[in-house]
């Protein structure tokens, strides 16, 4: 049974690069989405990119010029990296996996908590 | 952007029927997907597709459709369902291909 367990600073400062790890225990990396999503306090969830398992990306619009998302197979492991934060950047992050555009995300790290704050 | 709309909260009685609704424009036209999240969990899917339940998840679940909405069914609501519920589509002509509603609390009372 797969498991993702998202890792990071929990307390980012404004203008700063948030980064943040997942780590995969069981199953397998090819073949899936690797994605990162988070939700704002009281807001939607709000799908941030995800990194094929062939190593393409795609991120969202809103916050393109500012992601990084890369996959270390050998570590069973995806990052984000997401520069110059604001307070807006504030959120829970989750880690998800999917296995096509319309499947079901399938598997979710349990979340952490990112506050942007100096 | 696409929006899903979500109730905020819902509460119903042990036992009784509870149903969560979904709303999009296009939603009609679109495969959803239901999870649940618990307070410090993992969220998990408990419909996809409006039909396919994964195995551990009870038959009291349950989706369909209707126009604009689609509504996720928790027959014989017991204390541990409650929990946060929210709907996901694939959305292709947004810019993100993946929307989620705001999600709603299910209160068992």
């Known amino acids: 049974q797969v498991q993702l367990q998202e890792s990071g600073p929990r307390l980012v400062k404004p203008s700063e690069t948030l980064s943040l790890t997942c780590t995969v225990s069981?199953?397998?990396?090819?073949?899936?989405?690797w994605t990162w999503i988070r939700q704002p306090p009281g807001k939607e969830m709000e799908w941030i990119g995800y990194v094929y398992y062939s190593g393409s990306t795609n991120y969202n619009p809103s916050l393109k010029s500012r992601v990084t998302m890369s996959l270390d197979t050998s570590k069973r492991q995806f990052s984000l990296r997401l520069s110059s934060v604001t307070a807006a950047d504030t959120a829970v992050y989750y880690c998800?996996?999917?296995?096509?555009?319309?499947?079901?995300?399938?598997?979710w790290g349990q979340g952490t908590l990112v506050t942007v704050s100096s | 952007s696409y929006v899903l709309t979500q109730p905020p909260s819902v509460s119903v009685a042990p036992g009784q029927t509870a149903r969560i609704t979904c709303g999009g424009s296009k939603i009609g036209s679109e495969t959803v997907h239901w999870y649940l999240r618990k307070p410090g969990q993992a969220p998990v899917v408990v419909v996809s597709d409006e039909s396919d339940r994964p195995s551990g998840i009870p038959e009291r679940f349950s989706a369909s459709k209707s126009g604009n909405t689609a509504t996720l069914t928790i027959s014989g609501v017991e204390a541990g369902d409650e929990a946060d519920y929210f709907c996901?589509?694939?959305?292709?002509?947004?810019?993100?291909?993946?929307?989620f509603g705001g999600g709603t609390k299910l209160t068992v009372l």
């Open positions: 996901q589509v694939w959305e292709s002509t947004s810019g993100q291909p993946w929307v």
């Open positions: 069981g199953g397998s990396i090819n073949g899936y989405y």
């Open positions: 998800a996996r999917i296995g096509g555009l319309l499947d079901p995300f399938d598997a």
